[in-house]
């Protein structure tokens, strides 16, 4: 069992940075795929970034990419999101989540950009 918590959110100006960061509990993190979803108001959930279980390999949506970098520390029990340049757009909640089937979700954390 993995427990997540999200943490990070804010408000900032388009262009700004945020460091969202998730903490998890359990012995399995180190061993699982870990990835970042988003919903903006009024849309569907929308998947940002996952990471494999050693940091090796990283996927991300188009919408972000160039802007925003995934990163764990398994010493840590946390995976990073790293979001530079942002936009108005990127305005939503955002939820960490892990495991092959994205079987465990955080609460998620709010992320408001301000034109």
């Known amino acids: 069992q993995v427990q997540l918590v999200e943490s990070g959110g804010g408000l900032v100006q388009a262009g700004g940075s945020l460091r969202l960061s998730c903490a998890a509990s359990?012995?399995?993190?180190?061993?699982?795929?870990m990835g970042w979803f988003r919903q903006p108001p009024g849309k569907e959930r929308e998947f940002v970034a996952r990471?494999?279980?050693?940091?090796?390999?990283?996927y991300y949506a188009d919408s972000v990419k160039g802007r925003f970098t995934i990163s764990r520390s398994n010493t840590k029990n946390t995976v990073y999101l790293q979001m530079n340049s942002l936009k108005p757009e990127d305005t939503a909640v955002y939820y960490c989540?892990?495991?092959?089937?994205?079987?465990?979700w955080g609460q998620g954390t709010q992320v408001t950009v301000s034109s």
């Open positions: 359990g012995r399995t993190f180190r061993s699982i795929t």
């Open positions: 989540a892990g495991g092959d089937d994205w079987g465990y």
């Open positions: 990471i494999n279980w050693s940091g090796s390999t990283k």
